[in-house]
């Protein structure tokens, strides 16, 4: 047979599964088959599953493999249910993780086929989709939509289309984030379930009936409302009692009448009484409760539990005529509720802070390990140029080298990894893996670049990963060096460079001839920094990279010329920028834009409550923040090491004389930009002798200042959400027990506050995750750092006390200052929130900076490279911005676009944009075709309109379905305020290498086809 024949079958086998997947009976959703339902009873969802941590008290390998004390290995558990389900095709079984299911997948190539036709039935679910249930407070959108696209890639690479997740299973996550839900929404989910909630929240919904709710998630987007849902239960396993798994101690059910310890309509009348208190917990007339069978790890054995499950389902058909209890998935109980159509209650607001008990405000967590908070958003910058510069290069059209930098990154937003909540160890392998990832990925950038400039050259370029201790090998050691500088954004930008180097005169020069540069002393000495062949240097060379292309490159050559003192810096007398207290030795006001502001801004410390007390037992640890007593330990007044005006920049450095901790800070402003730079370093913290735990925080105080209250936080670096201190939106709680703990958000991008009788606004950008508050008027602190001496209790069993070359841990981290009138434009005609939004774009997706040595002068550079790059016809609108460019499936990209505003942001950049052709987006990239998908890229348009989607009911009566808009031409796109849109882009080019969604068939995949074709 010749391939063109067997290609030819294979595609009629492929459409006839796909046929016979979507042959639904009423029971049915897509592939997921469920059991049929009894209209006369409750109907009880029994949902097998096991939660397992993309790492936390053993790293990731260590849970896959069963390593390093336990004997936990989900390796074994997903071995375990597929034997497990064979038996009994009644049984039903969710699979969440993808990172462990695609290593799975991987090792257990005699097991995938068994797998697949289980998918097939319907008896696994697969759900979330992601490489890891991510977090809800610390990840940035651009994080979470990146990890559920290469997991759910990997899902349909394996087991297909009727793997596709549709439900949400964010079980475990410490609260949880509008955007969220907005994002699964546009993803074309059709509902998100969880079990975390504030207690004070719960029981009111309880009380209330409202588990289940619908969930607006943006205040833009008028299709984002999602069905979402708690469990009945305290957390997300069993029911007490009820837990069979081979580490638990629950009574197995005897249904042997001849036994002595016969025991079934014992269980069953157990369950029963469960099973009444659950149903006062859902709106009226639903008639169908969830409930979670599984945990932490479980199903390693997995017939234990399911033979149980087998009895007590049985067990309820003969001796409980009330309750109807199956086997079930997310995906038929959310089609059951649906049918039931109940009257929902809506919700616009968010689940933060959680609190799982009085006196425990789990908002440690939104700071904790500030180091790997960092890092991971490096790694997200790197990767997400990465993925442009292979997308723009025809030679070079895969992406198989940034697979295990996708795999680290998806893995840190585990809401175990980015939360700053594992073990010591653990975090350890998060950066090794991250560090891996991100030598493979910038390893082929270097040959990339070339080929895009037509030049034979070999760059080996890299960036400066540990540029923030002033170390990076090349600048500091090299006379000679070219600096590629990439600009993933879809706007030109000018970007500062700032490269560690020794001491001299140096020429730097770029495609627009030669640049002025300054030459300043290094922030701090970095002196306990202990790393084989490096040392810190003591000088920093800045330059600007002005109006680097959108989305295009820059090369810059920079020499070394002598070795004479030689730093550009000249006193700072007088600034019409800084004022700064000479007593103090604090920053006393700020001018921005013709605008002052008289601001202070200090360190202070909370004192952490150490857990003993006559109230509560709660300390303050990696998840929660405890303070002793309510207001901070305030640093005493700064030293003013140095203060210079340099060609491109005025800066002040500060020292803060003390035995608390060791505080470098310098405040620093760009000239003709438009934000003041706080550029801080904090470590060495001082436990007193053990005595109790320092959870530091930098507060900005503005003189005359009242937002009465009033503060605005990100969500997930997107849109803002409305604060009021010491108040919830839907629930009342005791303001008495925590007022600091409880009155902390997650900081993502920016933290807002507003005054508006004197028409003002001032925001506090950040470049990773921050706890955040505004306590007093015109206060905004962030909580930078903390070391703490105890364990909260809530399973990591360590204290957060982390330690680098032998000294406690060093944060370094940077704070961006935007002020101006509150409502009217700036003098620039852009609004003060549309300046916080497009530099929070700007710092999110930095251009990538990478050097390599060269023995070329810039002349020689020059005769045999271009020196820009500009891949776009046009600049976007500065409201526009390009979210994605990848390379995707045989030689097309995935694109996604999106608008950066909210509509009451700015006036004319609002307002909806409208791009002319997308097909001639590129300069050099002929489209040939364009196909829309949901946000996540794994269902077109189209597949989602014939799935369908759900229509849902509030109580103010008013119904809520996701529309479908397909795309009625493949040229004008229109993006409305904070719409993001998503195209696979066909183009004129092949695959080279590297992974593909095309799926591999043999004998035996064809056989199960047949399979498959025969069962149904």
């Known amino acids: 047979m010749n391939n063109a024949v067997f290609k030819i079958i294979l595609e009629l086998s492929v459409i006839a599964i796909v046929a016979e997947c979507r042959k639904v009976d009423n029971h049915n959703v897509g592939c997921i088959k469920c059991h049929p339902l009894d209209k006369n009873k409750i109907n009880v969802h029994l949902i097998p599953h096991s939660h397992d941590d993309v790492g936390w008290l053993k790293t990731l390998d260590e849970y896959y493999y069963g390593v390093n004390t336990g004997q936990i290995s989900v390796r074994l558990i997903i071995s375990s249910v597929v034997e497990a389900l064979k038996r009994n095709p009644d049984r039903r079984y969710i699979q969440v993780e993808t990172a462990y299911f695609h290593k799975w997948w991987k090792d257990n190539e005699d097991m995938r086929t068994e797998f697949k036709q289980l998918v097939d039935r319907g008896q696994i679910e697969m759900v979330n989709g992601a490489w890891s249930m991510n977090d809800e407070a610390c990840v940035n959108y651009q994080s979470i939509i990146d990890q559920f696209t290469f997991g759910l890639r990997k899902i349909e690479e394996s087991v297909g289309k009727c793997g596709r997740p549709r439900v949400g299973w964010q079980i475990d996550p410490f609260g949880h984030s509008r955007e969220h839900a907005s994002i699964l929404s546009q993803m074309g989910f059709d509902g998100v379930l969880f079990a975390r909630m504030d207690h004070d929240d719960k029981s009111a919904r309880q009380a209330k009936g409202q588990l289940n709710f619908l969930w607006h998630g943006s205040a833009n987007l008028e299709d984002s409302t999602i069905f979402a849902g708690c469990f009945p239960t305290s957390s997300y396993s069993e029911p007490d009692s009820f837990c069979w798994d081979i580490n638990c101690g629950d009574d197995q059910i005897v249904d042997n009448p001849n036994s002595t310890i016969y025991n079934i309509k014992k269980k069953v009348d157990q369950f029963t009484k469960i099973l009444k208190n659950f149903t006062n917990y859902y709106p009226p007339g639903t008639k169908n409760i969830i409930v979670p069978m599984g945990g932490d790890f479980h199903f390693q054995a997995a017939g234990y539990n399911f033979l149980n499950m087998d009895k007590l389902i049985k067990g309820f058909s003969e001796y409980n005529s009330e309750f109807n209890v199956i086997y079930s998935t997310p995906s038929c109980y959310i089609k059951a509720i649906n049918e039931a159509a109940?009257?929902?209650k809506l919700k616009t607001d968010d689940f933060f802070p959680y609190s799982d008990q009085n006196y425990a405000f789990w908002a440690g967590y939104f700071t904790s390990r500030p180091t790997v908070k960092r890092s991971e958003r490096v790694g997200h910058n790197?990767?997400?140029?990465?993925?442009?510069?292979?997308?723009?290069?025809?030679?070079?059209?895969?992406d198989g080298e940034l697979e295990e930098l996708k795999m680290s990154m998806g893995a840190l937003q585990h809401h175990d990894a980015i939360t700053g909540t594992q073990q010591q160890?653990?975090?350890?392998?998060?950066i090794r893996m991250l560090s891996a990832g991100i030598r493979k990925a910038e390893a082929p950038l270097g040959n990339i670049i070339s080929d895009i400039l037509n030049s034979n050259l070999t760059l080996e370029l890299s960036s400066c990963q540990l540029a923030n201790m002033s170390i990076c090998n090349v600048s500091q050691n090299s006379d000679n060096f070219v600096i590629a500088v990439y600009n993933p954004l879809g706007w030109a930008v000018t970007h500062h460079v700032r490269l560690p180097v020794k001491e001299g005169i140096y020429e730097i020069n770029g495609p627009d001839g030669a640049e002025i540069y300054d030459l300043t002393e290094t922030l701090f000495s970095f002196d306990?920094?202990?790393?084989?062949?490096?040392?810190?240097?003591?000088?920093?060379l800045l330059f600007a990279a002005k109006d680097v292309p959108a989305m295009g490159l820059k090369v810059y050559h920079v020499a070394r010329k002598s070795t004479g003192t030689a730093t550009s810096e000249q006193l700072l007398r007088s600034s019409n920028v800084f004022e700064m207290d000479k007593e103090s030795g604090l920053l006393k006001s700020v001018t921005v834009n013709d605008v002052a502001l008289n601001v202070t801004q200090k360190f202070h410390f909370y004192q952490s409550h150490d857990g003993f007390s006559e109230v509560s037992d709660v300390a303050s640890g990696a998840y929660i923040f405890r303070p002793f007593k309510n207001t901070p330990t305030v640093f005493e007044n700064a030293t003013i090491l140095r203060k210079f005006s340099g060609n491109l920049v005025e800066e002040v450095h500060q020292k803060w004389e003390n035995t608390y901790a060791n505080i470098y800070q310098s405040i620093r402003w760009y000239k003709n930009e438009n934000y003041v730079e706080f550029d801080w370093i904090v470590g060495n913290i001082d436990l007193d002798h053990m005595t109790f735990g320092k959870e530091i925080i930098s507060r900005f105080s503005i003189k005359d200042f009242d937002n009465q209250g009033v503060f605005y936080t990100d969500s997930n670096g997107r849109e803002m959400l409305r604060r009021v201190k010491n108040k919830r939106p839907t629930y009342k709680y005791n303001i008495t027990q925590e007022p600091v703990a409880s009155n902390y958000y997650p900081v993502t991008s920016r933290i807002v506050i507003k005054d508006e009788r004197r028409g003002l606004r001032a925001a506090i950008l950040t470049d990773r995750s921050q706890g955040g508050t505004s306590l007093n008027k015109g206060e905004i602190e962030l909580m930078v750092h903390r070391r703490l001496i105890f364990d909260d209790e809530r399973g990591v069993g360590e204290s957060l006390d982390e330690f680098e070359f032998e000294t406690p841990l060093y944060a370094r981290g940077t704070h961006y200052l935007v002020f101006g009138p509150a409502k009217k434009p700036n003098k620039d005609g852009?609004?003060?929130a549309a300046h916080e939004r497009i530099l929070a774009q700007k710092k999110l997706l930095q251009p990538w900076v990478g050097l390599s040595r060269t023995d070329l002068s810039f002349e020689e550079l020059k005769d045999q490279m271009q020196l820009s790059y500009e891949p776009l016809e046009n600049n976007l609108p500065p409201s526009i911005n390009i979210l994605s460019l990848e390379p995707w499936t045989s030689g097309s990209l995935l694109l996604r676009l999106e608008h950066i505003m909210e509509k009451d942001d700015d006036a004319v950049l609002s307002l909806p944009m409208k791009i002319e052709n997308i097909q001639e987006l590129f300069k050099d990239i002929e489209i040939t075709g364009v196909t829309e998908t949901t946000l996540s890229a794994h269902l077109t348009l189209e597949e989602l309109e014939e799935r369908g989607v759900y229509t849902w009911k509030s109580e103010d009566g008013t119904s809520h379905a996701k529309q479908i808009n397909i795309l009625d031409s493949e040229r004008e796109i229109?993006?409305?305020?904070?719409?993001?849109?998503?195209?696979?882009?066909?183009?004129?080019?092949?695959?080279t290498s590297g992974s593909s969604m095309n799926?591999?068939?043999s004998p035996s995949i064809l056989i199960s086809v047949i399979v498959l074709i025969c069962c149904y």
């Not at 140029?385 to 895969?398: D, E, G, M, V």
């Not at 160890?425 to 998060?430: G, I, Q, T």
């Open 528 to 540: 306990y920094v202990r790393i084989k062949g490096e040392k810190p240097s003591t000088y920093e």
């Open 999 to 1001: 799926y591999i068939w």
């Open 382 to 398: 790197i990767l997400q140029a990465a993925k442009r510069i292979h997308a723009l290069s025809p030679q070079h059209f895969n």
């Open 830 to 832: 852009r609004t003060t």
């Open 974 to 991: 229109v993006l409305c305020p904070m719409e993001i849109r998503t195209f696979i882009l066909k183009t004129n080019r092949s695959e």
């Open 342 to 344: 109940p009257a929902l």
């Open 425 to 430: 160890h653990v975090a350890d392998d998060y």
